[in-house]
T-cell receptor
Framework: NAGVTQTPKFQVLKTGQSMTLQCAQD?????MSWYRQDPGMGLRLIHY???????DQGEVPNGYNVSRSTTEDFPLRLLSAAPSQTSVYFC?????????????FGQGTRLTVV | GQQVMQIPQYQHVQEGEDFTTYCNSS?????IQWYKQRPGGHPVFLIQ?????EVKKQKRLTFQFGEAKKNSSLHITATQTTDVGTYFC???????????FGTGTQLKVEL
C-alpha cells in the first residue's frame, strides 16, 4: 500500500516550458487536491477533484490545468512555466464523506523555474 | 474567500516548556484539522475536530475547537525535540474536504 505517490521529486524548468506533475493514490479515495507551498504562506489550494471526471478551481488556479480520468490519478499540468511557479507542490487525497476525512499527502515535488 | 490565520508564525522554546498555536477562521467551519510537517517533509495528519467546543488529547497534545467553530488551538505540554516542525491548521467550511490551510507555526525546541 503506497498511499499517495508523486513524481518527479525534483524538477528544473526553463521559463515557457510545460510539464506534468504526476500524482497517484491507491486508497480508492474520492477526493484529490493539489497544493503549492511557499515560504510563510502555508499551503494554497490550486485545483481539486471530488471524483473521476469532476474538477474545480482552488485559490490559485492560474497557469495550471488538471484532469481526473480515473479515481487513482490526478495529474497537474503547467502550461507555460513562469518563475513565480517555483514552489513545492503537494498532492493529497482523502475520503469524501463519513467520519474522518484526513488528507494523505504525497512526498512533494520541488519545482524550480529559471 | 475563506481565510485562516494562524499565530504565532515562529516559536522557540526550551525543551520542557509548553507551546500553543492558535488558528482563526473568517468563516464558520464544518470541521478543522491539524497537521504537522517536519523540515523537508510533507504534512502529516494529527487530528480532526468536528463538534463545537470539542477537546481532544493525544498524549502531550491537546486540541480545542471553539464554541463558534471559527477558532482552534493546539497546546503541547512539556515539549520535546521530537516536536520540532511546522504545525498547520486546516479548515473545511463547505464540506467536501476542500481545506484552507493556515500559514503555520514553526516550532523549534532547544535543549
Amino acid at each position: 500500500n503506497a498511499g499517495v505517490t508523486q513524481t518527479p521529486k525534483f524538477q528544473v524548468l526553463k521559463t515557457g516550458q510545460s510539464m506534468t506533475l504526476q500524482c497517484a493514490q491507491d486508497m480508492n479515495h474520492e477526493y484529490m487536491s493539489w497544493y503549492r507551498q511557499d515560504p510563510g504562506m502555508g499551503l494554497r489550494l490550486i485545483h481539486y477533484s471530488v471524483g473521476a471526471g469532476i474538477t474545480d478551481q482552488g485559490e490559485v488556479p492560474n497557469g495550471y490545468n488538471v484532469s481526473r480520468s480515473t479515481t487513482e490519478d490526478f495529474p497537474l499540468r503547467l502550461l507555460s512555466a513562469a518563475p513565480s511557479q517555483t514552489s513545492v507542490y503537494f498532492c493529497a487525497s482523502s475520503r469524501g464523506t463519513g467520519g474522518n476525512t484526513e488528507a494523505f499527502f504525497g512526498q512533494g515535488t520541488r519545482l524550480t523555474v529559471v | 474567500g475563506q481565510q485562516v490565520m494562524q499565530i504565532p508564525q515562529y516559536q522557540h522554546v526550551q525543551e520542557g516548556e509548553d507551546f500553543t498555536t492558535y488558528c482563526n477562521s473568517s468563516t464558520t467551519l464544518s470541521n478543522i484539522q491539524w497537521y504537522k510537517q517536519r523540515p523537508g517533509g510533507h504534512p502529516v495528519f494529527l487530528i480532526q475536530l468536528v463538534k463545537s467546543g470539542e477537546v481532544k488529547k493525544q498524549k502531550r497534545l491537546t486540541f480545542q475547537f471553539g464554541e463558534a467553530k471559527k477558532n482552534s488551538s493546539l497546546h503541547i505540554t512539556a515539549t520535546q525535540t521530537t516536536d520540532v516542525g511546522t504545525y498547520f491548521c486546516a479548515g473545511d467550511s463547505g464540506g467536501g474536504n476542500k481545506l484552507t490551510f493556515g500559514t503555520g507555526t514553526q516550532l523549534k525546541v532547544e535543549l
